[in-house]
């Protein structure tokens, strides 16, 4: 098995495994639409941003992981200001528990560390979570409440 960096040309695997992952999280089954346009999204994203790795072997990818970068304030849990939030990991059924999640999330992991990143985070399902704490992950518990604005489409946010 080897990680790479995924490229447009792995839509396909990207599309589902992006569904198979927002299944498993939500407990809702997406409709065929929703992968085309996840397949379509994929065609056409750069292949820089977000960071996606995918797992292969053979010429078959076996899962993947996205991670997006990004510069805050340093502090004193992060004095480098970097951080990193990995989504978006997801492995095929039939090659779950052979260390391919495992391999992707190291393979993220240096790449946090290549880049100095102080701070990385992540949301965890409860299949993800022991693979997240063996590296050493811990859930943090934050004061203020996460507040979230999806602008539509054809229009701009607020009041």
């Known amino acids: 098995m080897r990680i790479r960096k995924a490229t447009p040309a792995d839509h396909v695997d990207l599309a589902r495994?992006?569904?198979?992952?927002?299944?498993?999280?939500?407990?809702?089954?997406?409709?065929?639409?929703?992968?085309h346009e996840m397949?379509?999204?994929?065609?056409?994203?750069?292949?820089?941003?977000?960071?996606?790795?995918?797992?292969?072997?053979?010429?078959?990818?076996?899962?993947?992981?996205?991670?997006?970068?990004?510069?805050?304030?340093?502090?004193?849990?992060?004095p480098t200001g970097r951080k990193a939030e990995v989504h978006n990991l997801a492995v095929y059924e039939e090659y779950r528990n052979r260390g391919v999640g495992r391999a992707l999330l190291a393979a993220v992991l240096e790449e946090c560390h290549t880049r100095d990143v102080g701070r990385i985070s992540l949301y965890a399902s409860d299949m993800g979570r022991p693979l997240y704490e063996s590296f050493g992950f811990v859930e943090e518990t934050i004061t203020c409440p996460e507040m979230r604005l999806y602008p539509k489409r054809s229009g701009r946010p607020g009041p």
């Not at 996606?52 to 991670?67: D, F, K, N, P």
């Open 17 to 35: 495994l992006r569904i198979i992952m927002l299944e498993h999280i939500t407990g809702e089954k997406f409709p065929p639409e929703y992968l």
């Open 39 to 78: 397949d379509l999204y994929f065609q056409e994203w750069n292949g820089e941003e977000p960071l996606c790795l995918v797992a292969e072997e053979g010429g078959r990818i076996l899962g993947s992981v996205a991670v997006s970068f990004s510069l805050i304030f340093p502090g004193p849990k992060n």
